[in-house]
Each structure stands twice: as C-alpha cells, then as structure tokens.
C-alpha cells in the first residue's frame, strides 16, 4: 500500500492557511480541489471566496 506525503505535521490546513491545490471541477457553487500539501485531500472553494470584486461566470476567473 502506497503511503500518503504531507508537507506538514497537521492533517488539515488551519484557517485562512494558503494552499497550493489543484483543481479538479468547477461548478456553480463553487470550486472542487485537491490540496496537494496534504496528501490530496478533496478540498472545496466556495465562490464567494474566490475573489473579492464580483463574480458573473466562475467559468472566466484564471
């Protein structure tokens, strides 16, 4: 069985913690990742997190 590599002691990212991710879906409500520090964790962006300014489609954030 393969192991799982973290970059840290915890399991989970604390609050407002920068992540590097990987996206894996984006829908209407948001944005579906996988935290690659923490072994690939699913992880889940909700749009209003995405940016500050206004959000018209969430398909044209880069």
């Given amino acids: 069985m393969a192991t799982v590599q ?3 002691e915890n399991k989970l990212p604390i609050v407002n913690e920068l992540c590097v ?3 894996t ?3 209407e ?3 579906h990742c996988k935290l690659l520090e923490y072994g690939e ?3 889940f962006i909700p749009t209003p ?4 300014a206004r959000i018209r489609q969430i398909q ?3």
């Fill in 29 to 31: 409500m948001g944005v």
């Fill in 41 to 43: 964790l699913p992880g």
């Fill in 60 to 62: 044209n954030i880069t």
């Fill in 6 to 8: 973290r970059f840290y």
């Fill in 49 to 52: 997190e995405l940016s500050v």
């Fill in 25 to 27: 879906k984006i829908d």
């Fill in 21 to 23: 991710v990987s996206i």
